[in-house]
């Protein structure tokens, strides 16, 4: 920790020779203590609130513990960990994490790149369509999904009502397994393709006009130099986006919380568990059922998995890149 | 959700706050020591509530009548639509040990968890008084909220004795009888029920179902027998309990034969269907009219309440307990002291439809001449008298609550998912295990 490092053994070597000032001997210690004073905001706030939450958790995983009473913990080694193996509630809820992940995932960031595409050209009234696109994100998770919980419903929603004017039967989408999880993917990709679409399009206009130009030149229509200028130059861009979005789809909480609009347990994600995610499941098993020490080791699971993730997509990325 | 919340400050009760010293020390023993605090000290004091689904004490106007007699108390409700978010909250502000209202409703499916693994942050209400209150209440009610070395953690607020009610136009549509006598003789017992349903539903048009879900049904079945998910040395007994079987049993054929609305309770969904008439008749506990009347709204006349087929039956009701963590303990005891009272839970059936779980209350003779118009004038109190009269002494476990919600959640399995009824049982009893089991 930075803090530590503070008591520095080269203060007690200088010995405070008589003729220097106090004022001379603060302005060295300044020079020499400043820097880290600045940084330190961070390295106390992380401590607090990121790596002792994280060893805490760690410990926690370790042994059984009750949230009714945290303070009595029995050990149990890796015993909630090699439960987990064997939970099929929890891989249930892996596969629904991943399967959500993909299905929000894939669709919102091409079609944030067909947006970025269009907003890049010269429009009527850009910053409008800008604001335009960023709105849902603005729109709060709850308010979204409440929303879309009311369109999706069954009995009375507009989305039933729409499909059965085209002679389909009304879908109840909160007891399906698929239909259930397409509508929260449908949440999800409405929040964040704008958001995605305008960090896309700051990258875009820094690829310089000339590589379009020449691409003009040679014969390019707009779809050819779409692919051949502007993906390219927005790899590194995509790479992010692709990181950023599997972190995101694997904490996937909120929305699938509330799709189902009230009634009890809603963290159970349906009445077999068909849209639970990872994080609905920790919550459930720490803060329903109350097994802090299982609920910790879900954590750790899911910490584990997003880093083998993020490292996946890292590897590929970089693969790609020496492929070219 | 949508109910509004329609009250006025408390700021008329401090207008009249000289006045009403003298009045206050009329009243009981405890609402005269209270006003002792007033005279000693004057100050103002917050009493925060923290309550669950629809209690009705505002509704019913009893804050403004408390607040009136005890001008330096002010109380705030802070309401949360859905028990299961509510308790999981409580618990986690009680192993905080902050966060926590000074008085805090608990569901009848959570007290004996309150009673086995949280008597320690509740306030023992013995302490402040509550011995002499014992005889007030039903004795099942009462050892209910007793732990086994006999502090007593909570006062229960009402009952929850069972009967039908069924929408009385769509039976006359139907051609069955729509008098609540004549209803209540059409079901004897629970599979003359179901029969019914296969009558109603041969006449019925497709999208009307004979009752909301299989779920409540079930929940009515359990709770006519003392024995259900719990034995009394405290084993979780599911499984190898017959009653429970036999509920699930009846549960099944109804949701197998097509005669539920394959809604779940407490859903925004379930809320619209009061009024559509998407179902014809719901297991309903006392506490359910009131829900009905604030869902349905002017269907005056429509509903009808007759009784539950097996005659006897329990399933809800609440109680109102002091964390330690409260600062004002004594105020908090007399203001719930005051809102059990009989008085009180009087006005709480006749206003709110939530029956007394004083037997004292109970026994008056408003409460078996009690009607409502609303349910064309049903002989009301007196179904739920006679049902509460006789409900067993039911043993209740640590995680009554959860177990319940997991059945519900089984048999919407069944009704909306089309999965077999074995495979959603053995389910079922494997979230259980999960869930009871650290």
Known sequence: MAVATTESPLEKALPPPGGRSWRSRRARWDLKFSPYAFVSPF???FAAFGLYPLIWTAWTSLHKVELENPDQSTWVGLKNYTD???????????RNTFQMGVLSTVPQLMMALGLAHLLNYKLRGRTFWRVAVLSPFATSVAAATLVFAQLFGRDYGFINWVLHFAGIHAIDF???????QIAISVIVTWRWTGYNALIYLAAMQSIPAEQYESAAMDGANRWQQFRHVTVPGLRPTIVFTIVVSTIGASQLFGEPLLFSGGGSNPE????????????????ERGFTDQHLGRAAAIAWAMFLMIVLFVLINTLLARRTRSAK | MLRARKRSAAAIALLVSGAMLASGCSSSKSSSSSTKTTTDSGQQITLKVGLFGTFGFKEAGLYDQYMKLHPNIKIVEDSVEDEGQYYTSLQTHLSAGSGLDDIQGIE??????????????????NSLGAASLKSNFYPAKWSAATTSDGKVMALGTDYGPLAICYRTDLFKAAGLPTDSAGVSALWPDWNSYVQTGLKYKAKAPANQAWTDTAGGTFNAIVGQSANQYYDSSGKEIADTNPAVQNAWNIAMQLSTQGLTA???QFTPAWNQAFTTGSFATIACPAWMTGYIKSEAG????DWGVAKIPGGTGDWGGSYLAIPKASKHQKEAYDLINWLTNPDQQKTMFTSQGHFPSSQTAAQDPSIASHTDPYFGDSPLGQIYAASAATIPQAVLGAKDGTIKDTFSKAITRVEAQGQAPQASWTKALS???AATSG
Do not use: C, E, P
């Open chain 2, 298 to 301: 002017a269907m005056t006349g």
């Open chain 1, 84 to 94: 987990l193996l064997s939970d099929h509630n929890f891989w249930n809820a892996f």
């Open chain 2, 262 to 264: 394959k809604l779940s």
């Open chain 2, 431 to 433: 979230d259980i295990k």
């Open chain 2, 108 to 125: 009848v499916g959570r007290i004996a968890d309150v009673d086995q693994n949280l008597s320690s942050k509740f306030v023992d209400l």
């Open chain 1, 268 to 283: 159970m994600g349906g009445v077999s568990r068909q849209y639970q995610t990872l994080s609905m499941y920790f919550y």
């Open chain 1, 174 to 180: 909160q007891n399906g397994t698929w239909s259930a």
């Open chain 1, 43 to 45: 390295f106390v706030l």
